[in-house]
C-alpha cells in the first residue's frame, strides 16, 4: 500500500501565491519520477509539472516562468510553488508518483481556485 497525502489548496486572489505538497508513505521503497497534474470539469487531467529523481524538470507551457516544483528525497516529498497566480489556474491538482518498479500512484486531489 501507498499512500500520497496532499495537504495544501485553497482560496487566492489572482496574483497570489500558494505551495502544494505531496508525501508518500507506505510501501514505497524507491521513487522515480514525481509530477503534479490538475484537472476541471469536463477536460482531461493536464500535466503541470514533472520532476525526475536526478532533478530534471518539466513544465506545461502556462505555468513555466511562475510555477516551481521540487523535491525532498529523503522525505519522499514533492511541492508545486504557484506564483502570479490567475483565474485559469483553478483546478483540482493531483500530485503523481512513479516508483522505482513502475508502478503509478495518484494523490486524493486538492483544489485550488483564483479569485479575480
Known amino acids: 500500500q501507498v499512500q500520497l497525502v496532499e495537504p495544501g489548496g485553497g482560496l487566492v486572489q489572482a496574483g497570489g501565491s500558494l505551495r502544494l505538497s505531496c508525501a508518500a508513505s507506505?510501501?514505497?521503497?524507491?521513487?522515480?519520477?514525481m509530477g503534479w497534474y490538475r484537472q476541471v470539469p469536463g477536460k482531461q487531467r493536464e500535466l503541470v509539472a514533472s520532476?525526475?529523481?536526478?532533478?530534471?524538470?518539466n513544465y506545461a507551457d502556462s505555468v513555466r516562468g511562475r510555477f516551481t516544483i521540487s523535491r525532498d528525497n529523503a522525505k519522499n516529498t514533492v511541492y508545486l510553488q504557484m506564483n502570479s497566480l490567475k483565474p485559469e489556474d483553478t483546478a483540482v491538482y493531483y500530485c503523481?508518483?512513479?516508483?522505482?518498479?513502475?508502478?503509478?500512484?495518484w494523490g486524493q486531489g486538492t483544489q485550488v481556485t483564483v479569485s479575480s
Open positions: 503523481n508518483v512513479i516508483s522505482g518498479r513502475g508502478g503509478s500512484y
Open positions: 507506505g510501501s514505497i521503497f524507491s521513487i522515480n519520477a
Open positions: 520532476i525526475t529523481s536526478g532533478g530534471s524538470t
